[in-house]
């Protein structure tokens, strides 16, 4: 079974461009989950989908940020007009929803932005 | 407020010294402790869940315990291998929680052979 993938692993973007982090979960996973590390600081929630669905966005940032998980394809985490703040490695975490071991949340390798 | 606290920050073993990592958790209805591996530059791995007070889970030489308040990470012999960041999370029970878990800041190990 192949892993949870994010790409790309490493994204260099200018001030006010845009930033686009891609991820697929595992196979047979349903519920994705992303969270951002900051330099220094732990993991983070961000936000929390189903295909077609955001369940809880309640550790987005009002502004900028957007994620979405379509029928088809990957969990698209968009940050608009990215500033230095952002830089950060960014999570994306797989689960089959639900409680025991469907609960377990398996993470990707990371994306690390960094906003020059 | 919810928290997660890991301590130590950081700790140093040589090889072979046996020792615990804590973490002590204030949440307002535990749904489930999680144990993770950090290793620089990677992903966070699954190490353990654990749901109930006296609850205990063992891998190799790992093993980890849960009571009311805290969770202990027993590490048995360690190895120069065994050099991450630990990471402890708590998913958590009651309205608005939909899935999130919520990170201490990790205990970073360092084993000298």
């Known amino acids: 079974n192949a892993g949870v993938m994010q790409n790309p692993r490493h994204l260099v973007r200018r001030r006010g461009q845009e930033a686009r982090l891609r991820c697929s979960p595992m196979?047979?996973?349903?519920?994705v989950y992303w969270y951002r590390q900051l330099p220094e600081e732990g993991l983070k929630f961000m936000v929390y989908l189903q295909k077609e669905n955001i369940i809880d966005e309640s550790g987005m940032p009002k502004e900028r940020f957007s994620a979405e998980f379509p029928k088809e394809g990957p969990s698209i985490l968009r940050i608009q007009q990215v500033v230095r703040g952002d830089s950060a490695a960014y999570f994306c975490?797989?689960?089959?929803?639900?409680?025991?071991?469907?609960?377990?949340?398996?993470f990707g390798p990371g994306t690390r932005l960094t906003v020059l | 407020e919810d928290q997660v606290t890991q301590s130590p920050e950081a700790l140093r073993l040589q090889e072979g010294e046996s020792s615990s990592l804590n973490c002590s958790y204030t949440?307002?209805?535990?749904?489930?402790l999680f144990w993770y591996r950090q290793d620089p530059g990677k992903g966070p791995e699954f190490l353990f869940t654990?749901?109930?007070a006296g609850e205990e889970k063992e891998k190799e030489r790992l093993k980890a315990t849960l009571t009311k308040k805290e969770s202990f990470l027993h590490i048995t012999a360690p190895k120069p291998e065994d050099s991450a960041t630990y990471l402890c999370?708590?998913?958590?029970?009651?309205?608005?929680?939909?899935?999130?878990?919520?990170f201490g800041q990790g205990t970073t190990l360092q084993v000298k052979p």
């Open positions: 949440v307002s209805g535990l749904r489930g």
């Open positions: 975490a797989s689960s089959g929803g639900g409680t025991g071991n469907t609960d377990t949340q398996y």
């Open positions: 999370a708590v998913r958590l029970y009651g309205s608005g929680n939909t899935g999130k878990l919520i």
């Open positions: 654990l749901y109930s």
């Open positions: 196979k047979g996973h349903s519920h």
